[in-house]
């Protein structure tokens, strides 16, 4: 079945530093993948569309300069995280879809935990 | 934009009791559906989703969900519950119109005393 993976699974970090995960879709290609973020006991917010190729899209009220994404390749997108704040602190979820299978669903990574200290 | 609501958002049951979490969604198209749960400490599971064809879809772990076009409902059931379905639950829709993108649900969170 279509696997997604993130990298890495937990980071700490300082505050003001920036942190990059890494989103990949392990046996299929997708030139769309998207970005969550769950924080503690509530549910998967919607950040961003990654578009390979091209600028991603962001949802109202997401700050694109602070959550960059590029989708350098059809299986690996990137969210960075610039100049952390605690407030940030969050779990970061991503998925992808396997369009040439012509799937309806997204497979979603396991995320990855950022602390910012 | 298609929204997702969940009504209730903590439920506690006792074992071998039954389960029904409420899901409606807003959007005027045509939808797919999900659920998935999420187990403390851990990543999103599919549980079910509905695409078309027959309106009851079964899933794992016992689970099963019946989609209510005019409705616009996709309600979770289990028959008997167990102390290993504590979990919260997502209900979650996407549509191609709206380039697959999946929104979700507040959650419910369910408590299944032993």
């Known amino acids: 079945g279509a696997v997604v993976s993130q990298h890495p699974s937990w980071v700490i970090c300082k505050s003001g530093t920036s942190v990059k995960i890494e989103c990949r879709s392990l046996d299929f290609q997708a030139t769309t993948m998207f970005w969550y973020r769950q924080f503690p006991k509530q549910s998967l917010m919607l950040m961003a569309t990654s578009n390979e190729g091209s600028k991603a899209t962001y949802e109202q009220g997401v700050e694109k300069d602070k959550f960059l994404i590029n989708h350098a390749s059809l299986t690996l997108s990137t969210l960075t995280v610039t100049s952390a704040h605690p407030e940030d602190s969050s779990f970061y979820i991503c998925?992808?879809?396997?369009?040439?299978?012509?799937?309806?669903?997204?497979?979603f990574g396991p995320g990855t935990r950022l602390t910012v200290t | 934009a298609q929204s997702v609501s969940q009504h209730n958002h903590h439920v506690i049951l006792s074992e071998a009791a039954s389960l029904e979490l409420g899901c409606n969604y807003s959007y005027g198209g045509t939808v797919n559906l999900f659920w998935y749960v999420q187990y403390p400490g851990q990543h999103l599971q599919l549980l079910l989703k509905?695409?078309?064809?027959?309106?009851l879809v079964k899933g794992i772990k016992g689970f099963e969900a019946e989609f209510i076009k005019s409705k616009f409902s996709f309600n979770l059931r289990k028959p008997s519950v167990q102390w290993s379905d504590t979990a919260e639950y997502f209900c979650a829709v996407n549509a191609r119109t709206g380039g697959f993108k999946t929104i979700f649900g507040a959650g419910t969170r369910l408590f299944v005393k032993a």
């Open positions: 509905y695409f078309s064809g027959d309106p």
């Open positions: 998925s992808a879809r396997d369009e040439l299978a012509g799937a309806y669903e997204q497979y």
